[in-house]
């Protein structure tokens, strides 16, 4: 996917050198185009391939903006552990699809697709949720810190006029809750609320 570039603010505050941009993982036509856009501004533009690259480029020399594709996302943990050496990290800048973004949610500590219905924490690995669960959790991503009851919950995984047990959606918050490693006795992120429901407070 191309990207539409036009970045009329694209100029250091006066004054100041202009800043180091490092490109990686961008298609080939957008690396062109930001390459010639920034260099026309006065920026220096570096084009790294890989993580090995990107690495070099942030380790040798100070880098004020690194412009990420897809394919780069995993390099932004890599730059912003720099800050700790003793170095100020870049700002980082991720280019994906519209779509891509719509489906993909960060919470937390915690990262889902819910095109994939995927749930993964960083160093760990992925989980799969059901379709009941997927949509129990992307209702709860919906009205964080709102009280919802059983009824509507239910629904909301099931359907209307699902027939089941009011017990039918405890099982299911339980079974969301192993999945995100929420202990139901001290909760970081699905709180009970006895008689009524339950209360999402994983943001």
Request: aromatic share 6%.
């Amino acid at each position: 996917m191309e990207h539409s570039f036009s970045w009329s603010t694209a100029s250091p505050p006066h004054g100041q050198a202009g800043w180091h941009l490092v490109l990686a993982g961008l298609p080939a036509t957008d690396t062109r185009r930001l390459q010639t856009l920034m260099r026309g501004y006065g920026h220096r533009v570096s084009i790294a391939q890989g993580l090995a690259e990107v690495r070099a480029q942030l380790t040798e020399a100070p880098v004020d903006v690194l412009l990420l594709g897809e394919t780069g996302a995993p390099t932004l943990l890599d730059a912003m552990t720099l800050s700790a050496s003793g170095r100020a990290a870049p700002a980082c800048i991720c280019l994906i699809e519209e779509d891509d973004a719509c489906a993909r949610i960060t919470f937390g500590n915690w990262r889902y697709d819910s095109g994939q219905r995927r749930l993964c924490v960083p160093g760990g690995p992925e989980v799969e949720l059901s379709p009941a669960e997927s949509r129990l959790l992307l209702t709860f991503l919906d009205h964080p810190g709102a009280v919802l009851s059983r009824d509507a919950l239910m629904s909301v995984a099931h359907g209307q006029g699902f027939d089941a047990y009011e017990r039918s959606i405890d099982l299911l918050v339980s079974r969301l809750r192993q999945k995100l490693r929420d202990d139901a006795r001290q909760p970081r992120c699905i709180r009970t609320v006895r008689g009524v429901g339950y209360l999402f407070e994983g943001m």
